[in-house]
């Protein structure tokens, strides 16, 4: 439970960390897109009997560079690009998987869906390595990362090296997917990007802020996730997206019974300001 609550809570703060960018840039589908790349890795791992975190890591970095650069050269739309991705990843994985084993199915299952309880140590370490590796990229390179995100042809005209950011990016995005493949599972790892930072976004305003507020989103939504999933015994990582969602769905009613009673309030002052005054009779 300790590897377990660790590892999803490395996850919480590293993908809402990442997530705000791909949000921002209106990619908010490509960390599905990636995982399915991921599960070729995943199945290639199995098959050779390697590390299936390790050959995930590649095949995804590869496969999210290859779409980034296909859709700067504008050979394929965005929409193009990402079908690419789901399909063609998610074909290889299920092919190289059914080459191996019947035990290497098994283990394909705690992928797909997660399984923070059979955390490894070295699972920990790799996680922990990765994540730091996701903050430090998402964190230090914020207002040039933002700036690709909000206009590529500004940053471009400001001398900004918009190519190998872009490339940063995608490769960055594959590790955030390999990081929380333990944790939430290869088909739940974009909610984890783009939940909380939907959340956060109906409450704050800058940039800076939203994404703070994302990653101390995700981190309650892991933390918690993890824990109703020990109290009740249901599956970890569909447990971490539904409170997730909740706290979206619980963020949103605030912050709709919060614009309500400053409307409310408004136009009680703005009747008081307006309002005629009082006749006085002479004697």
Not at 52 to 78: D, H
Not at 106 to 131: C, K, Q
Not at 141 to 156: G, H, K, S, V
Not at 224 to 245: H, K, N
Request: aromatic share 4%; glycine share 10%; charged share 10%.
């Amino acid at each position: 439970m300790q590897r377990a609550l660790l590892g999803v809570l490395i996850t919480g703060a590293a993908a809402p960390a990442l997530g705000i960018y791909l949000v921002q840039r209106r990619m908010a589908l490509i960390g599905d897109g990636i995982g399915h790349v991921a599960l070729t890795g995943v199945g290639l791992g199995l098959l050779t009997s390697r590390s299936p975190v390790l050959t995930a890591v590649v095949i995804s970095a590869l496969g999210a560079v290859t779409v980034e650069l296909i859709r700067e050269r504008g050979k394929a739309s965005g929409d193009t690009a990402l079908a690419l991705l789901f399909y063609g990843g998610i074909s290889g994985g299920v092919f190289l998987v059914a080459l191996s084993d019947a035990k290497s199915n098994a283990n394909l299952m705690a992928y797909l869906f997660g399984s923070p309880l059979t955390t490894s140590r070295e699972d920990l370490v790799v996680m922990a390595v990765l994540g730091a590796v996701v903050l430090a990229v998402t964190i230090a390179l914020r207002p040039w990362l933002f700036a690709i995100c909000q206009d590529e042809e500004y940053a471009r005209v400001a001398g900004l090296p918009v190519r190998p950011l872009n490339v940063l990016l995608a490769v960055t995005t594959a590790v955030t997917v390999t990081v929380a493949m333990r944790a939430v599972g290869l088909l739940l790892v974009s909610a984890m990007m783009v939940v909380p930072v939907a959340a956060a976004q109906l409450v704050t305003r800058g940039f800076r802020t939203t994404m703070h507020t994302a990653m101390l989103l995700g981190l309650v939504a892991a933390g918690a996730g993890i824990w109703l999933a020990a109290q009740f015994d249901t599956a970890p990582g569909a447990t971490i997206v539904l409170v997730a969602i909740a706290v979206f769905a619980a963020t949103a009613a605030g912050a709709r019974l919060v614009r309500r009673m400053r409307r409310q309030v408004n136009a009680v002052i703005t009747s008081v300001d307006t309002e005629p005054p009082a006749m006085v009779l002479q004697p």
